[in-house]
């Protein structure tokens, strides 16, 4: 990120903050997730990303192999009473489960997911509730965590977005995209859930325009990026350039979320 960018104070009155970024398939949700997580990062807050995606993107953006990041089966247990029959096993907390299997990444982000769950040996039941409850009961003052949903409405249709202090509906300037954020972000305003829209690969001021006038509140909008998209579609996600659009972007929607959350103050 930008050398001349924010850094978080120690003081977080808020606490933990708690994003959750939702939006269409390909509208560049996991991106943002990934950008988020390694800007509060350089910035000095300590970073727990999440995927509660059943596709392993998030892991793969941070350089993580999913074979290596699901939580082992000492860490679950059937639950009759869980939504999928399985749930995070008895007695074990949120903090120890962070700090015995989450997967650090080079970056000083903590990671934990589903892992590959295109195996017939990982089904995503067993290992969804498990991941919610962390993420409701993690709540380590100072700490930023960055869940990233799946794609579309089901997820906040399930009010998986509750754990979080605020939630970013991810827009891309294009129909489907478009459609998607209207009913994700209705569904949002039905759970009482505070939220708001950032644009993704925008080409211009006129998307924003565009996505704020159909969606809603848009806090901020990550340029289109032709570097950042092919390193996505080949892997790991690289870095924007420090001194370009994405990095000044990403520094613009970090300082409108601690703002917004009152969780520190980003000083410039």
Same mark, same amino acid.
């Given at each position: 990120?930008? &050398? ?18 939702? @939006? ?8 943002? !997730?990934t ?21 392993? @993107? ?16 000492e ?23 962070v ?13 934990? @997911? ?7 040996s ?8 498990? +991941? ?19 794609? @579309? ?26 459609l998607?954020?209207?009913? +994700?972000?209705? +569904? ?21 325009e ?16 032709? &570097? ?29 979320? !601690? ?10």
């Open positions: 990120m930008s &050398d001349q960018a924010g850094k978080l104070t120690d003081s977080a009155p808020g606490g933990i903050l708690k994003l959750a970024v939702v @939006g269409k398939g390909g509208a560049g949700k996991t991106v943002l !997730c950008l988020l997580a390694r800007r509060f990062a350089a910035g000095g807050s300590r970073v727990l990303a999440l995927d509660l995606d059943t596709s392993p @993107g998030l892991a793969i953006s941070l350089g993580i192999d999913p074979s290596d990041s699901p939580l082992p089966e860490a679950i247990e059937e639950n009759k009473k869980s939504a999928y029959g399985w749930a995070l096993r008895s007695g074990l907390d949120a903090r120890v489960v700090a015995r299997y989450g997967v650090p990444t080079d970056e000083g982000i903590i990671f934990l @997911g589903l892992g590959n769950t295109s195996t017939v990982n089904p995503t039941k067993r290992y969804i509730e498990a +991941i919610r409850k962390v993420a409701q009961d993690f709540n380590e003052p100072g700490w930023v965590m960055v869940g990233d949903l799946s794609a @579309g409405p089901t997820t906040p249709f399930e009010a998986y977005e509750r754990f979080a202090s605020f939630t970013l509906v991810a827009v891309e300037a294009a129909p489907a995209s478009i998607a954020g209207q009913r +994700i972000r209705s +569904i949002l305003s039905h759970n009482h859930s505070e939220h708001a829209v950032v644009v993704t690969k925008s080409r211009g001021p006129a998307d924003s565009r996505v704020e006038r159909e969606v809603g509140e848009v806090i901020g909008s990550v340029p289109h990026d032709a &570097d950042l998209r092919a390193s996505e579609l080949s892997g790991r996600l690289s870095d924007p350039r420090p001194d370009g659009a994405v990095a000044g972007a990403v520094d613009d929607l970090v300082e409108k979320i !601690c703002s917004i959350s009152n969780f520190g103050e980003v000083v410039r």
